[in-house]
């Protein structure tokens, strides 16, 4: 055989080892000695494996024979092999001490690096590997920062994993340290060494494990036995597993001192005879060759031999012959199959008792002990055969038994135990029979009945129908009532009495009519006899009643239902008669001033009688009662439409009456209520007392508000034309004021807004009579309607609420506050100086918002300072104007003028009265026109 190239490399590094060494150390026992042993074998995403866990286990107990400090692991996961890597075995080593890594388990190659893998990892592809796994070069690396005098790896893991990466990748371990791989890096080692090899471990670990028990072998002469032997039993049968060693072994290291016990021997024979136990289970003959091959000289060889013997004479003896099996028992009294032996013959023995005897119960204990017997056929028939005889003869004695009994319990009973036997159709014949009998002796429906339940089909039920139905019959003429007869015709609908029956319950439903002789009484008969023998009579009786009770009421209502009931009646002419003289009594008797709640219920009795009366004795006087209706109809209507309108108690009700009677004497009490009605709708803050709506981005908030609730005023003067005429409005809908006219601030904070407002006004006036410059709490000049309107779209979206300009009656609605005067505080223009800014104290110029003295409604600057836009077109007098507080005229306002109010700071005091006004062009930005908001409730 040529020689391994990498077992030549591994003796020339002993041979260095042993130059370099020096004597060996006195005592390797003064070292502190660690190990951590992992044995993994129930793997989870990699091939399983056969005896990791007990070579573990094994190796461990070596090592702690030999004063190691033993860290063990079993089936270990990631988690489990990191924490006894890192927490349990790499604190235990320090400088100069001997510490040893045994793995038994997979083990796969990533690169130039090999990982353990522990039992949870899936080894689908490196990176899984590289996560779950255990790298040698990272526990190399990590036991070297210790500064161990020695640091020995033995790594059982190189198993096939997959086709393409094989073996484990060669190490590089530092010094101090050495590594021993099972096999040569990329190869995997050998498990058997063939299909006939019956030991349990692999070539190396049942090479290893014997070599690591043996005292006193300095380490390098261990690892070149493993070598050598591991080889030469691959080589034995052609296949090639070298262990590889990577680091030098030193000389003087010992796993167990000289001296100590060899475990090795006790080791080896525990596995033969763990492999004997396993080889003589099966009894087989290539089992024991198998075991001789492998233990020739071993302490079971001899039974084996024995066993080989014993197997021919059991091939002669075990068909079951009486014969050939007493002479195996003779020849064979301790041979592998006595016991079997000798139950064939117990087993023929009984079956011969048995079959010769035909007795049952021999039969049957031969079934229950050889279920799978060698006569178990023949013994099954036997026991039919006899055990139907048995049967038979069990069935007679029972029938014998049930005649004697006579009764239904003694038949019954046979019937239960054989309910299909040769006697059952004359047993249940008979029960019949008896109970046929006892139900005629009893000669009652329940009796007969429970017959029947039980025989519904049986011999005698047409009789025990027949006698039923007898029986009913003649219950019900024993009552001789309409439920007596009803019960007979409700079992029997088609009954033997039944017409009878019928015929008799009329009889008795017509008495009762006539003895109650009333209309509910015969209408009660012909509900149910429409078509019966005495229905003509309670038809005529009938009619004769209800026109009774017509002539003694003497009401159109049940002389109309008589009409209705009986078209041709024997009295309808008088009943024609009755009725037009009592809808004329009722209708002459009804006029305009009628008290019953319906304006029109005069008018329905007048159309009714002359619709169907119309040339009846009584016409001529309907129709002029008729027309005097029709004039007054117009002013019940309207009360009408107000009653119902307030009774609703709905906004839209009144306004809809407003709409519909615009000239009504009602109409102010009408706006009154609805203003109420609104004001309940939608109540507002206190009046006076001023608040604000906040932005919703929360940006700032509105200008300062007013709430003013509904009213009523006289709106107009007889003071200028364009004021004229004076006249009432009701302020339907409470509205928000401005507290003060719009100031620059507010305005300036629409235009710094983004999209807000596009203008941005001059404060700077230089004119021939006007000269000033101010912004900040000035009101807001130099504005459009057009501006306003941009302003007014701003508010609206950064408060979500309903701002806009006050229509003309509301701004001077809030003006007056209340009062009549000309101004809010009397008709003594002297005193306007203390309430508003004009010629006589502006100084020719607008001033600040809120410095003279609030209306008595809290708001500022309503007389002077600037005028106010507001949302009505200007019209030059108040004809036609509304009622209700809403703009008066809007069309055509487009390039024209709207209506200012208020009058402005250059403006003479009779100007600034609540009822003065003024006309701007739309277009126009004057710098002593203003505006003041409203805003909507709610």
């Not at 233990?295 to 197997?311: Q, S």
């Not at 089909?457 to 019959?473: H, L, M, P, T, Y």
């Not at 209309?519 to 009938?542: C, H, I, M, N, W």
């Amino acid at each position: 055989m040529a020689p391994n190239p990498i077992l030549s490399r591994i003796l020339l590094v002993l041979a260095a080892l042993c130059c370099l060494i020096g004597a060996a150390r006195a005592d390797d026992q003064k070292a502190n000695r660690s190990a951590l042993v992992i044995g993994n074998e129930d793997y989870i995403g990699a091939p399983p494996l056969s005896n990791a866990k007990a070579d573990a286990q094994t190796v461990a107990d070596i090592l702690t024979d030999g004063q190691f400090g033993v860290v063990r692991g079993i089936n270990t996961t990631s988690d489990e092999l990191r924490k006894k890597w890192k927490n349990a075995f790499l604190p235990a080593i320090g400088p100069g001490d001997e510490a040893i890594l045994y793995f038994s388990g997979q083990g796969v190659r990533v690169g130039d690096d090999s990982y353990l893998l522990p039992v949870d990892v899936r080894a689908d592809n490196e990176d899984q590997v590289k996560a779950g796994g255990l790298s040698l070069k990272a526990v190399l690396e990590g036991v070297q920062q210790q500064k161990p005098r020695l640091f020995l790896v033995i790594l059982d893991a190189s198993r096939r994993t997959s086709a393409a990466n094989p073996g484990l990748a060669a190490a590089q371990p530092a010094a101090g340290e050495v590594v021993i791989f099972s096999a040569a890096p990329g190869k995997t080692s050998l498990e058997r060494l063939g299909d006939d090899d019956p030991r349990i471990r692999g070539l190396f670990s049942r090479v290893f494990l014997r070599e690591l028990a043996r005292p006193g072998v300095p380490l390098p002469t261990m690892l070149q036995t493993i070598q050598d032997k591991v080889s030469a039993l691959a080589q034995g049968i052609g296949q090639e597993q070298v262990p590889t060693l990577f680091g030098q072994a030193p000389s003087d290291f010992r796993v167990r001192p000289a001296g100590a016990p060899d475990t090795g021997q006790r080791m080896a024979e525990e596995e033969e005879r763990q492999i004997w136990e396993k080889t003589d289970a099966q009894r087989t003959e290539a089992a024991y060759k198998r075991f001789l091959k492998a233990f020739p000289d071993g302490a079971f060889a001899a039974k084996a031999k024995d066993r080989l013997d014993d197997l021919p004479a059991w091939e002669l003896a075990k068909n079951g012959d009486p014969e050939p099996l007493r002479k195996y028992i003779g020849a064979h009294p301790d041979g592998l199959f006595v016991q079997k032996a000798r139950a064939l013959l117990d087993e023929g023995d009984l079956w011969e008792k048995a079959r010769a005897g035909s007795v049952l119960a021999l039969v049957k204990d031969y079934l229950d002990r050889y279920p799978q017997g060698r006569f178990i056929e023949p013994a099954k028939t036997l026991f039919a055969r006899l055990d139907a005889e048995a049967a038979a003869k069990r069935e007679e004695d029972a029938w014998k038994a049930a005649q004697n009994g006579a009764t239904t319990t003694s038949f019954e009973q046979y019937l239960k135990t054989y309910p299909d036997g040769r006697f059952a159709a004359s047993a249940k014949e008979t029960i019949e029979k008896i109970v046929w009998e006892t139900a005629q002796k009893g000669n009652s429906s329940a009796a007969l009945e429970n017959y029947l339940k039980l025989y519904p089909q049986g011999r005698f039920a047409s009789s025990a129908k027949d006698n039923i139905e007898q029986i009913v019959w003649d219950k019900a003429q024993k009552g001789n009532n309409e439920a007596s007869f009803q019960e007979y015709l409700r079992a029997y609908p088609q009954g033997r009495f039944a017409d009878t029956a019928k015929d008799t319950i009329e009889q008795i439903a017509w008495d009762k009519a006539q003895k109650g002789n009333s209309e509910a009484a015969f209408d009660a008969y012909l509900k149910v006899y429409p078509q019966g023998r005495f229905a003509a009579s309670a038809r005529d009786k009938t009619e004769q009643l209800v026109w009774d009770n017509v002539q003694r009421s003497r009401t159109i209502d049940l002389a109309h239902l008589y009409l209705q009931r009986y078209p041709q009646g024997k009295f309808s002419t008088q009943a024609r008669n009755l009725e037009e003289d009592i809808l004329w009594d009722e209708a002459r008797q009804c006029d305009a001033n009628d008290q019953s709640g319906d304006p029109f219920r005069c008018d329905s009795l007048a159309d009714a009688f002359i619709r169907r009366f119309s040339a009846g004795q009584h016409a001529t006087a309907a129709t002029i009662l008729q027309h005097s209706l029709v004039a007054s109809r117009p002013e019940r209507e309207e009360r009408k439409a107000l009653s119902d309108a307030l009774a609703t108690g709905e906004p839209a009700a009144l306004q809809a009456f407003l709409d519909k009677f615009p000239t009504s004497k009602h109409y102010a009490d009408a706006m009154m209520k609805l203003a109420a009605l609104w004001q309940k709708i939608a109540p507002i803050p206190v009046t006076g007392v001023p608040f604000y709506d906040a932005f919703t981005d929360g940006s700032g908030k509105s200008p300062e508000m007013v709430a003013l609730p509904s009213g009523k005023f006289a709106m107009g003067s007889e003071e200028a034309q364009t004021e004229k005429p004076s006249h009432p409005v009701v302020i339907v809908h409470p509205f928000a004021i401005g507290r003060h006219e719009v100031t620059f601030d507010d305005w300036d904070a629409c235009v710094a807004d983004k999209g807000g407002c596009s203008y941005r006004p001059d404060d700077e006036v230089g004119m021939l009579i006007f000269r000033w410059k101010g912004r900040g709490k000035q009101p807001v000049i130099n504005v459009a309607w057009a501006d306003i309107q941009q302003y007014l779209v701003w508010l609206r979206a950064k408060t979500g609420k309903k701002y806009r300009l006050l229509t003309e009656a509301e701004w001077e609605y809030a003006a007056r506050a209340g009062t009549t005067t000309r101004y809010n505080f009397g008709d003594n223009a002297d005193t306007l100086v203390r309430h508003g800014w004009y010629t006589g104290n502006s100084e020719r110029q607008p001033h600040l918002v809120g410095q003279l003295e609030a209306s008595p409604n809290g708001l500022y600057d309503m007389y002077g300072n600037v005028a106010e836009w507001v949302e009505d077109c200007w019209h030059s007098s108040y004809d036609g104007a509304p009622r209700n507080g809403n703009v008066a005229w809007t069309a055509n306002c487009v390039g024209a003028a709207h209506v200012s109010r208020g009058g402005y700071f250059y403006d003479t005091a009779s100007n600034q009265r609540s009822a003065s006004r003024s006309r701007v062009g739309n277009t126009m930005r004057s710098p002593s026109v203003g505006f003041r908001l409203a805003r909507d409730y709610p």
